[in-house]
């Protein structure tokens, strides 16, 4: 594979997640330089956060590892332990399987960038740590539901349906 032109990758924004929950990700863009260069086996995404922004909502993988470094300005990682700050360098990492609900916050005026690699797999279980939800991602795509695997109500993603 050559060289990655990185300004040849388009940023995208927006989220799989249900109804008004998807507003919490609106400052998150996504640049998919796995999928540009064909890779299958992990994902490979520079993720930018305008300010205010949330990488997502808080959550944790049963089947994926996740790996994230951060690129260019703070960000603060929130997970089960508290706060942590985030500058250029740091690292963290999120074994499959382990209970530790996390997302990264942009508290600062300035965009902020980081690299995550994750793994690929066939199907994936995620949950969501402050809120009852859970994802179960397969052939057919997102299926979003209470953690019991009951149907989400409408309260529960913001929707006045």
Not at 16 to 28: D, F, H, W
Not at 93 to 104: D, Q, V
């Amino acid at each position: 594979m050559p060289k990655l032109d990185l300004a040849d990758i388009p940023f995208q924004g927006g989220s799989s997640y249900p109804g008004k929950l998807a507003e919490a990700t609106s400052g998150r863009f996504v640049q998919r330089i796995g999928d540009a260069s064909g890779l299958t086996q992990y994902g490979v995404n520079i993720v930018r956060l305008e300010p205010g922004g949330l990488s997502s909502l808080r959550h944790y993988h049963m089947q994926q590892d996740e790996f994230l470094m951060m690129v260019s300005g703070a960000c603060t990682l929130i997970d089960d332990q508290g706060e942590h700050a985030m500058q250029p360098g740091d690292c963290a990492a999120f074994p499959a399987g382990e209970a530790n609900g996390h997302h990264l916050k942009n508290n600062t005026d300035a965009p902020a960038t980081f690299l995550v690699v994750g793994t690929r797999t066939p199907t994936e279980t995620a949950y969501y740590s402050d809120i009852d939800m859970m994802v179960e991602i397969g052939a057919q795509g997102s299926n979003f539901t209470r953690k019991d695997g009951s149907p989400l109500t409408a309260d529960q993603i913001g929707d006045e349906t």
